[in-house]
């Protein structure tokens, strides 16, 4: 990696989500400070890692990043290994909804990992509400944002986020990978979709199969065995009562956040989350 692409010496800047994701947890880092453990970690693991909010924040020295999306674990191993040839592609885009639609139509699967990097990245930040949703076919599907000038290219918050990701390793699957890769002492946060406060709540499509409850009940099993493990484990989810049967034997707080994703604007008030941690 070239030189120029190292952070500045003396910065002691964190790197902010290089994406906007669904259920991003930036405005919640003040509430879980006092949350995170206070003991040392040898290892730090996220299985649903989306915008990567609290990794980022924490910046532990080792890590193991996990999510079932394939096209963020790819944009972020390009972002670590080939950040250059990133910013170079990145250049290329134009924000017309012509251009938009005639890139969101192509075959991820058929372009270099670069090029879809770059793909990923342009859509996220031009998509209606910088939402990534996919289709049954796993197709990408939201519409044009319209938005007059959005930032696509943060080269500095790019070089950041490079930085940080030099100490994770990445991979793509699901979130019971991580059975197989947490020792004992490890620390693992959980940020899965959310057990949806209604029926027609549940927005989980970020990759094809949405999250159902079996999922969560899986999910609480994989808690259960890294507790067992002597893991340190924290979890968000929403507050529901379903979440707090599940996880009635651990510690549960509850945390106030802003919904980001209401299509009727007095839909965004404040909603309580939990973080449900076993420590």
């Known amino acids: 990696m070239p030189h120029n692409l190292q952070p500045t010496k003396g ?26 453990p206070r003991q040392k970690y040898n290892l730090y693991l996220e299985p649903f890692v989306g915008g990567g909010a609290v990794f980022f924040h924490l910046q532990p020295s080792a890590a193991i990043l996990i999510d079932s999306n394939a096209e963020l674990i790819n944009f972020y191993r390009v972002v670590r290994d080939n950040l ?29 990992p670069v090029q879809r990097a770059s793909r990923f990245l342009y859509l996220n930040k031009t998509a209606y509400n910088g939402l990534w949703r996919v289709n049954s076919k796993g197709r990408f599907n939201v519409p044009f944002g319209r938005y007059k000038n959005p930032r696509i290219i943060d080269e500095e918050n790019l070089q950041l986020v490079a930085g940080a990701l030099r100490r994770a390793e990445l991979l793509a699957g699901d979130f019971s990978l991580v059975l197989k890769l947490a020792p004992p002492g490890a620390f693992v946060y959980f940020d899965p979709p959310y057990d949806p406060l209604s029926e027609t709540a549940n927005f989980t499509s970020y990759t094809p199969g949405s999250f159902t409850r079996e999922d969560q009940l899986r999910l609480s099993r994989v808690f259960a065995e890294l507790d067992r493990r002597g893991c340190l484990v924290m979890l968000s989810n929403s507050d529901t009562p379903f979440i707090r049967s599940l996880y009635s034997s651990y510690n549960i707080r509850v ?3 802003r919904r980001a994703i209401n299509c009727r604007p007095d839909g965004r008030g404040p909603v309580t989350e939990l973080v449900i941690r076993n420590y």
């Not at 989500?17 to 947890?25: D, L, M, R």
């Open 11 to 36: 910065r002691r800047q964190k790197p902010k989500p290089p994406v906007k994701w669904a259920g991003g947890k930036t405005q919640l880092l003040s509430q879980f400070a006092p949350l995170f």
């Open 84 to 112: 250059e040839q990133l910013l170079e592609d990145l250049a290329k885009h134009k924000n017309t909804r012509e251009y938009y639609y005639s890139l969101r139509a192509l075959d991820p699967e058929k372009l270099s």
């Open 255 to 257: 945390v106030t956040a």
